[in-house]
């Protein structure tokens, strides 16, 4: 009797580590219309859940997952992610929805893969009408987690020569979209060797300040 007590005792601690150890966060990519390439950075998810996993003790499942825009499903993840080269396109339900997300305390982050801009901008005035990007400064609490950038984003590539920057969309005092301009954080998280002449230094400038905005997000 003490035997069959002991190994159900046993089983029940089998049980509860296990539950304790499943991953209870999981991270997208937006899928979006208007024919850009928000499919980019494939393998960017995954290495930036690795390196959170493994750096700040999250919890996430360790693939990101693809939500679209106007999905009921987008409310399932904490961040989402989104890139791409070019055309963007909201229909009025979907900016709605990600509207929704983003004041229920969802979290978006837009990295300009290089050719976004002109195309998220007007787009993202259709979810917030009333917010303008404002340039985030040098000692925001996003550049100060774990990981500390007093200069700011780190520049990851460079194309026309600018200095990276991040703008935010504020709401009632919460910030609810990062956007990183001329920086290409999102290649930076990508398997070392995808593009040809970067660095595991700069890779790992990429990835620690992706675990600031996880770390931020989790945290505000």
Known sequence: MK???YM???FCLV???SSFNTPSYKMAKLKYNGGGDWYGDRTALPNLIKFCNENLKTNFQPDGEVV?????ELFNY???FMTGHGNVIFSDQEACNLRKYLTGGGFLHIDDNYGLNQFIRPQMKKVFPELDFVELPLNHPIYHQKFSFPAGLPKIHEHDGKR????GLIYNGRLVCFYTYECDLGNGWEDFGTYAGDTQETRLKALKMGANLIQ?????
Do not use: D, H
């Open 3 to 5: 035997k069959a007590i």
């Open 8 to 10: 159900f005792t046993a």
């Open 15 to 17: 049980i509860f580590i």
């Open 68 to 72: 679209e825009v106007g999905s009921a």
């Open 78 to 80: 904490p961040f989402i």
């Open 164 to 167: 990276a920057q991040g703008f």
């Open 216 to 220: 931020y997000v989790l945290t505000q």
